[in-house]
């Protein structure tokens, strides 16, 4: 039996969301020039997501008393990934298709694993987070299997997973 409690807007989640979001709008203005920018910005959201995910576990073990190690495991890699992209500029712009499929893959399909959570709260949410974390582990093997592709389009298809997830967790806070 689920106990219900009441929602609160969720600062965390909305701030990701915007963080998010706009990175997907900077990548949809400056798709040449901005991928060590890019680069930055997704590492210190990798970082600041990360360090959320794991207060995060904390709080769902506490209001839902679900205990998630892939919440934890998440929030370690995308911690790990943040400092690696911050520290190895040169190599983070040359392996920026491959790091950036795998994290989205990862990512999408901890997002996918975790929609379970959500089933009985709120069927919407739940469906919302089933697509977009779908549409997102797609875009995550396009950048796999099309690395040439992915290198001169990498902004734009960056923008389309920033703005996929922004909206996701802007959804979320509410």
Do not use: C
């Amino acid at each position: 039996m689920s106990t219900y409690h009441e929602k609160k807007f969720d600062w965390s989640s909305f701030i990701i969301g915007i963080l998010m979001t706009g990175v997907a709008l900077f990548s949809f203005r400056t798709p040449i020039t901005n991928l060590a920018a890019i680069v930055i910005v997704f590492a210190f959201s990798a970082i600041v997501k990360g360090i959320i995910q794991l207060i995060g576990h904390s709080q769902l073990k506490h209001f839902t008393y679900y205990q998630s190690k892939r919440l934890v495991f998440l929030g370690v890699i995308n911690i790990i990934i943040g400092i690696f992209l911050l520290f190895n500029m040169t190599s983070s712009i040359v392996a920026l298709p491959f790091v950036f499929s795998i994290w989205f893959i990862i990512e999408s399909v901890g997002e996918l694993l975790l929609a379970s959570i959500y089933r009985d709260i709120s069927k919407s949410y739940f469906w919302l987070m089933i697509i977009s974390s779908a549409l997102s582990i797609i875009l995550g093997f396009i950048l796999l299997s099309e690395p040439l592709i992915a290198a001169l389009s990498i902004s734009w298809l960056v923008g389309t997973y920033f703005l996929i997830a922004g909206i996701l967790y802007i959804v979320r806070s509410f």
